[in-house]
C-alpha cells in the first residue's frame, strides 16, 4: 500500500479539483484521507469535518487559499507529513518557510499532474 495522504479543502462537488484528486489518488490504490467543510464521502473516503491527529500522513496535498491556511498552520506541522503539495492558487511563501523551517518538504506542483505523469 502507498503512503497516506491527506487532502486538505476536500469537496463533495464532483467538478473541484480536490474530489478529482481523491479519486485519481483512490484509482492508484492511495490510502487518502479528507477534510473539508462539509461531511460526506468520495470514494469511500470519508470527509473529515474535525481536525484529526493523523499519525501516518506521508503528503498533505493543498486544496485551501493562502488566506485560509493560516488556521491551520499548527496542525499541518503536528501531523509532521514528509511532504506538503501546494497545487495551483495554493501558493504560500509564508508557509513554505514554516514548513522548511520544521524538516518539511514543500512541492509547488499539481497533484493531477504528478500523477498523470506517475511522478506521485
Known amino acids: 500500500m502507498n503512503k497516506t495522504t491527506l487532502v486538505l479543502g ?6 473541484r479539483y480536490s474530489n478529482i484528486a481523491i479519486n485519481r489518488l483512490r484509482d492508484k490504490d492511495h490510502e487518502v484521507k479528507a477534510f473539508g467543510l462539509k461531511s460526506g464521502e468520495i470514494n469511500n473516503v470519508p470527509i473529515d469535518t474535525e481536525l484529526i491527529s493523523y499519525n501516518d500522513i506521508n ?3 493543498m486544496y485551501l ?7 491551520y498552520y499548527d496542525y499541518i ?4 507529513p514528509k511532504r506538503v503539495i501546494f497545487n495551483p492558487g495554493t501558493e504560500n511563501p509564508e508557509l513554505y ?3 522548511e523551517e520544521n524538516n518539511i518538504e514543500v512541492e509547488v506542483a499539481c497533484t493531477l499532474v504528478l500523477l498523470a ?3 506521485y
Open 77 to 80: 506541522i503536528g501531523l509532521s
Open 65 to 71: 487559499s493562502p488566506q485560509r491556511q493560516k488556521s
Open 59 to 61: 503528503t498533505i496535498s
Open 97 to 99: 518557510k514554516i514548513l
Open 10 to 15: 476536500a469537496s463533495l462537488k464532483p467538478e
Open 117 to 119: 505523469t506517475n511522478q
